[in-house]
T-cell receptor
Framework: EAQVTQNPRYLITVTGKKLTVTCSQN?????MSWYRQDPGLGLRQIYY???????DKGDVPEGYKVSRKEKRNFPLILESPSPNQTSLYFC?????????????????FGQGTRLTVV | DAKTTQPNSMESNEEEPVHLPCNHS???????IHWYRQLPSQGPEYVIH???SNVNNRMASLAIAEDRKSSTLILHRATLRDAAVYYC????????????FGTGTRLTIIP
């Protein structure tokens, strides 16, 4: 079954304690991205990656890091979490269309990770 | 980023067709029109997308105006499982080609 898997689904942590949220897809997709969803603000892109070893900032990258060492995995790293990073996080992936564009293909989203930083 | 405008909420009776409108008057000629939905406590789910022509799939139909300044997502026979927030999104074929989510339309299905 085609899917994007995030772990953990729920996490409560303390300020400053480094954490990693994992994301893995089994569809051999080139494009992966992370979003956060906050009430009243909708989903906002944090980081994205168009292929292995290629990552770039989205709209709200401050306080986050990512890596893309393998095509299937795109972990989100919070080096020193703060309470304003309490949010619902989603990972997504897409393939290219005939090797050219991601915009002409569907994106698959994970089930989400609810993070609380106290 | 080109913006979309959707009604905040809509209601529909179960087993009736639903037409969800979206205005995107500043769309560029190459933006793809995507629709996603988010059911309670779940991640967004792809519904349909298109460029110029109307599109059909097993979930819905997408009707795109001739000038591309608006589109309508059509659910042919709503069920209770279709209750969700529906997002109309323009995805450009350049830059990071991201999906920019707005506030969407919250669809309520009345049994």
């Amino acid at each position: 079954e085609a899917q994007v898997t995030q772990n953990p689904r729920y996490l409560i942590t303390v300020t400053g304690k480094k954490l990693t949220v994992t994301c893995s897809q089994n569809m051999n997709h080139e494009y992966m991205s992370w979003y956060r969803q906050d009430p009243g603000l909708g989903l906002r892109q944090i980081y994205y990656s168009m292929n292995v070893e290629v990552t770039d900032k989205g709209d709200v990258p401050e306080g986050y890091k990512v890596s893309r060492k393998e095509k299937r995995n795109f972990p989100l790293i919070l080096e020193s979490p703060s309470p304003n990073q309490t949010s619902l996080y989603f990972c997504a992936s897409s393939s290219t269309h005939r090797g050219l564009r991601f915009s002409n293909t569907e994106a698959f989203f994970g089930q989400g990770t609810r993070l609380t930083v106290v | 980023d080109a913006k979309t405008t959707q009604p905040n909420s809509m209601e529909s009776n179960e087993e009736e067709p639903v037409h969800l409108p979206c205005n995107h008057s500043t769309i560029s000629g190459t933006d793809y029109i995507h629709w996603y939905r988010q059911l309670p406590s779940q991640g967004p789910e792809y519904v349909i997308h298109g460029l110029t022509s109307n599109v059909n799939n097993r979930m819905a139909s997408l009707a795109i105006a001739e000038d591309r300044k608006s589109s309508t997502l059509i659910l042919h026979r709503a069920t209770l499982r279709d209750a969700a927030v529906y997002y109309c999104i323009l995805r450009p074929p350049f830059g990071n080609e991201k999906l920019t989510f707005g506030t969407g339309t919250r669809l309520t299905i009345i049994p």
